[in-house]
Structure formats: structure tokens, C-alpha cells
């Protein structure tokens, strides 16, 4: 069974600070997705990674692939309280998207 | 281009009732999921139709039942609602399994 934990659970934090929130497996996957989902509402994909090792930044979000494509991590730049929400992150296997854990982000004032 | 929608948004059954989840894409996505999101979890799947016409269980199918009415529409049913189906339900759908999803809003339903 594939299983993406994510850590940290929850973060609570003050605006203007950095972060980086951590998606980890033992398996391998072809493409990794984040998506945010704010309070009442359904998750939004945020970007998809694809190759070992890419990087790729969205204004103040920057998100890495694993070299072995196991594992990614989100570092958020001086965190506002618009990036409020649930992160999840999901990883593409044959035939399936496995969803992590997800993180929990508050960004008080 | 309205997405994926969902009805109802809010819903209220006393245990023993039954009622349908409804879920519409106009995205002409081949794949359509329904996920449970419970407190302090994340989603977990109960059903997918991987293309028109097949449907497959997820992880926690027990006391549900789907139907891919069409490419667009793929329903949910609670046949008998218990007090632990209360959660919010959301229906996503994508090109094929394992492609980018796109979720609805959600159905929060609470079973008394």
C-alpha cells in the first residue's frame, strides 16, 4: 500500500514568517500534486511536479520533487494569512493518486 | 465554465434515511471520483468511475452505492444513513486516473 505522510500535521504561525511543510514515502511516483484547500471549500491544485529533482515556484510558494522521486516539500516565503488552509499533497502511481496526510496552516495577522 | 458541481450543499437525514449525492463535470473528463473528509483526516476515497460505464470501490465503499449516469454525472447514495457517514463528501474529477484532480465544493451532510 503507497502512503504519503506529511509532516508537520500542524503549523501555526505569524505573517511574515517561512516555512517548509515535508510530503515522504517509501514508494515511487511519477508526478506529485499539491493542492490547497481553504475552509469550506473543495481542494485546488496548486502544481504538479514531474521530474527527479524540479523545482518549481508559484510567487511565494517553491515546491522540490525528490531526487528519487519519493518524496517534496513546499517552502512558503514570508507567509500571509491568505495561505491559510489544508495542504495536501498527492502522488501519481499506476493507475492511481494516493493522497497524503495533509497540513494544516494557520497564518495569524 | 462552471467545473465540478455538487447538490446538495448542506443536508440534514435522521438515521435510516436514504438520499443521493449528485455531481456534474463539464470539464469532459473521463475519470470521477467521490471522497469522505472527515476531522482531522484527510480524503479518503469510496468510489471511482475510471471511464464511462465502470465504476470501482475505493477504500471505504461500505454503505454507499454509485452510478455513472453519463460522462458528466456520477452520483453517490446512502441507501440507509448512519450517524458515521456524517461528513463533508466531495466528488472530483480528472482526464484519466492519476491526472490532476478537480474537486466541488463539498456536501457537508450530518446524520442524526
Known amino acids: 500500500t503507497q502512503l504519503l505522510e506529511q509532516s508537520p500535521q500542524f503549523l501555526s504561525i505569524q505573517e511574515g514568517e517561512n516555512l517548509t511543510v515535508y510530503c515522504n514515502s517509501s514508494?515511487?511516483?511519477?508526478?506529485l500534486q499539491w493542492y490547497r484547500q481553504e475552509p469550506g471549500e473543495g481542494p485546488v491544485l496548486l502544481v504538479t511536479v514531474v521530474t527527479g529533482g524540479e523545482v518549481k515556484k508559484l510567487k511565494r510558494l517553491t515546491f522540490q520533487f525528490g531526487d528519487a522521486r519519493k518524496d517534496s516539500s513546499l517552502h512558503i516565503t514570508a507567509a500571509q494569512p491568505g495561505d491559510t488552509g489544508l495542504y495536501l499533497c498527492?502522488?501519481?502511481?499506476?493507475?492511481?493518486?494516493?493522497f497524503g496526510t495533509g497540513t494544516r496552516l494557520l497564518v495569524s495577522p | 465554465n462552471a467545473g465540478v458541481t455538487q447538490t446538495p450543499k448542506f443536508q440534514v437525514l435522521k438515521t435510516g434515511q436514504s438520499m443521493t449525492l449528485q455531481c456534474a463535470q463539464d470539464m469532459n473528463h473521463n475519470s470521477m471520483y467521490w471522497y469522505r473528509q472527515d476531522p482531522g483526516m484527510g480524503l479518503r476515497l469510496i468510489y471511482y468511475s475510471a471511464s464511462e460505464g465502470t465504476t470501482d470501490k475505493g477504500e471505504v465503499p461500505n454503505g454507499y452505492n454509485v452510478s455513472r449516469l453519463n460522462k458528466r454525472e456520477f452520483s453517490l447514495r446512502l441507501e440507509s444513513a448512519a450517524p458515521s457517514q456524517t461528513s463533508v463528501y466531495f466528488c472530483a474529477s480528472s482526464v484519466y486516473r492519476a491526472y490532476e484532480q478537480y474537486f466541488g465544493p463539498g456536501t457537508r451532510l450530518t446524520v442524526t
Open positions: 514508494s515511487v511516483f511519477s508526478s
Open positions: 498527492a502522488g501519481a502511481g499506476f493507475q492511481k493518486l494516493v
